[in-house]
């Protein structure tokens, strides 16, 4: 899109009005604002190589909305400060797409491709063809319109001739630009097709809030990017940072005929005009052999992208080609789709079994029968909770389908209804405890029915299996297999019972030599000076997480020293809300809490924090406030975090304006949009971070 004088030129007008004072206020600066900013922001999202820091971008960007404030008639509706989404869509009416979105014929295997090969040379009369084999997004399909270079319409596939029309919430999608310059090309209307995604750190992190909030997660990124799209709230549409690869022009209107011959040409069209096409993962080459072979090595990777396919597409390259094969009333004769080996199955459910975990959930597992899906046998599934069931419609004897993809734990897509035969059976949810008995509880505001009995022994084994934890008190050689062994031959019955146990009798059980009883009595002994952190996340209070816990820690030089902190008080600590607040409150004022902590004490494990630091005490990052995003490659999350620490920094848990510092790694996610809007945080890299650490 920018070649190396206009990237110099653009590059020098920044620093221009990164480095001027005020200025009279003209159209024409505007304009050339505007540009610089459209300039930066394919350099970020779409080359994934910026040319400015983020605190640069956001000067550019709050001296531009100042500007369009101040003169209102000069606002522009592609500028880059119209794509924030305010507001609520009362509805998606149905447009018609210029030409239909046709779906794609499948193959499976090598077979496949070399008899559609066959009939292509047929219908061409050509002895080889050309191909360009490109990924297969698995995401959802959108259809883009573009009138005189900027975007006028955009819609999802629907039927295929007929979608919802979603311009507002794809004008969200950074990857997406507002305006293009089709007009270089002879180009004053164009259809362009694409598929709009969610990679796979930000599916993940996006599905960890769902659970964190009881809410049942998506299965898959595919479903995840599909249902944003269709959000009525355009702010969190912007929030669930999509991205978009386009990699098919179905129309055009044009006054010559400079666009490019081939897909292939076309692709490195839309990537110029500043599009995220599949221009560097596509590949030309000439004959099927040569396709298959790049199709396999494909397959080998696709689990170290960043995002999520399903298959290969492969296209014949010469339009011209392409036109006079045609297409079927389903499909278009000149491109095919390899599918990769199938990452879901049909299975039947046999049963549900309810667990109880160490905060009273009761999770519904169902047990199916077992089946082969995304490289692993599937046997059991987590189906979350009452509602996920009757949204499921799932009944006792239902035939479902199943998905796993990557390394996502697998799902029920949904039941086939049609095929029931009047013999399934509902599934009944308990109404007690089904370890304890106990009668189960739900408040309005939750979809987790809970036992909220405390000494169940299911939530006290739980409990337990989380407190010796890596994460937590780091006991080594006390696993889950050694808790449940302990609990139920009557040696370990509480917390407190760690630091009590009876290690003649265990010497006495099988796997229990003198070196292993030896191993197991050290972890022990030494989780007893393990920091305040650890015994807080440790402690399992609910809404708590690693990060919270450290941010507990820091607070008080003692533990107890929470009984007497009110509600509002632990509100002013980082990141802790009302939810939190209240769940902490409780656990400090219930009596058992208490009197559990208190014997911990008498055992012999430190309630104080040890490694309280003070500002401006000669440690390098003392006073300084640190958050990490993204995958870091040279650092483990927990060794940097555990660095900051040694050096007198805090890991705070959110973004906000007491956040110093935010490393980013790669395929950040949405910590580092909501941390560009923050002027005063300092967004790093990696590197810079390692380099702000004394040299061991």
Not at 206 to 212: R, S, V
Not at 225 to 238: N, P, Q, Y
Not at 239 to 252: D, G, P
Request: charged share 25%; net charge neutral.
């Amino acid at each position: 899109m920018y070649d190396n004088e206009q990237t110099k030129l653009l590059q020098a007008q920044t620093n221009k009005w990164l480095n001027a004072g005020s200025k009279e206020i003209t159209a024409h600066f505007i304009d050339d604002l505007r540009n610089i900013l459209r300039f930066h922001e394919y350099r970020y999202y779409v080359q994934n190589d910026p040319l400015i820091s983020d605190a640069e971008y956001d000067v550019l960007y709050k001296l531009l909305e100042r500007f369009e404030k101040e003169n209102p008639s000069l606002l522009a509706d592609d500028s880059p400060t119209q794509r924030v989404g305010k507001g609520l869509v009362s509805s998606f009416p149905k447009v018609q797409h210029l030409v239909p979105m046709l779906s794609l014929e499948n193959s499976y295997n090598a077979a496949d491709l070399i008899d559609w090969d066959r009939k292509v040379k047929e219908l061409s009369s050509l002895a080889e063809i050309e191909y360009c084999v490109e990924p297969k997004f698995d995401g959802a399909s959108i259809s883009l319109i573009y009138e005189n270079d900027k975007l006028s319409r955009s819609a999802t596939r629907g039927d295929g001739v007929v979608g919802d029309e979603i311009t507002i919430n794809t004008r969200q999608i950074k990857s997406v630009p507002l305006n293009a310059k089709f007009s270089s090309y002879g180009i004053y209307q164009i259809e362009i097709r694409g598929e709009v995604l969610i990679n796979k750190n930000n599916f993940k992190n996006f599905n960890d809030k769902l659970i964190e909030e009881g809410i049942p997660p998506f299965a898959n990124p595919r479903n995840s990017a599909a249902g944003s799209l269709r959000i009525k709230d355009t702010a969190e549409v912007g929030r669930r940072n999509l991205e978009a690869f386009l990699y098919h022009v179905s129309y055009i209107t044009t006054t010559d005929k400079r666009q490019p011959l081939t897909h292939s040409g076309m692709l490195d069209m839309l990537w110029n005009l500043g599009f995220r096409s599949p221009k560097k993962e596509a590949l030309v080459v000439t004959g099927i052999d040569k396709v298959i072979q790049h199709v396999k090595e494909f397959e080998n990777k696709r689990d170290t992208l960043t995002y999520e396919i399903d298959g290969m597409v492969v296209k014949v390259n010469d339009l011209h080609l392409q036109e006079q094969l045609g297409m079927t009333s389903h499909h278009p004769r000149w491109a095919i789709a390899f599918k990769f080996k199938a990452r879901q199955a049909t299975s039947k459910l046999l049963a549900v079994n309810f667990q109880v975990g160490r905060t009273g959930a009761v999770t519904p597992v169902a047990r199916i029968a077992a089946v082969a899906v995304g490289g692993v046998t599937v046997s059991s599934i987590s189906i979350h909770n009452e509602e996920y069931i009757k949204e499921k419609n799932l009944m006792l004897g239902d035939t479902i389908l199943i998905e796993r993809s990557g390394d996502v734990i697998p799902q029920i897509v949904k039941s086939f209804t049609e095929l029931r035969t009047g013999e399934e059976e509902a599934i009944q949810f308990p109404t007690h405890c089904p370890v304890c008995g106990h009668l189960l509880f739900k408040p309005a505001e939750d979809a987790v029915w809970r036992c909220i009995n405390i000494n169940c022994p299911a939530q006290v084994v739980e409990r337990i299996i989380h407190f010796v934890s890596k994460d937590a008190m780091d006991i080594k050689s006390f696993g889950e297999a050694n808790v449940r062994k302990f609990y139920e031959l009557g040696l370990l019955k509480d917390v407190p019972g760690i630091y009590q146990l009876n290690y003649e009798a265990i010497g006495q059980l099988p796997g229990f030599g003198k070196k292993s009883l030896g191993n197991l009595q050290d972890a022990i002994r030494s989780s007893k000076t393990q920091p305040l952190h650890r015994l807080i996340y440790g402690l399992g209070i609910r809404y708590v997480g690693e990060t919270t816990a450290k941010t507990l820690a820091n607070i008080v030089d003692e533990l107890l020293e929470f009984t007497n902190y009110s509600e509002e008080q632990l509100q002013q600590a980082e990141d802790v809300g009302i939810k939190v607040a209240g769940s902490i409150y409780r656990f400090f004022h219930d009596a058992e809490n208490l009197q559990m902590l208190a014997k911990l004490q008498q055992l012999g494990i430190s309630l104080t924090n040890q490694k309280k630091q003070v500002a401006g005490t000669g440690t390098p990052l003392a006073g300084q406030t640190f958050l990490f995003t993204g995958t870091l490659t040279q650092l483990k999350r927990s060794d940097a975090e555990t660095k900051v620490e040694e050096n007198g920094g805090e890991i705070v848990s959110g973004v906000s304006s007491k956040l110093n510092y935010l490393v980013v790694g790669e395929d950040a996610g949405s910590k580092l949009e909501k941390a560009k809007k923050i002027q005063t945080i300092r967004i790093i890299s990696e590197e810079e971070f390692i380099k702000m650490l004394p040299v061991s």
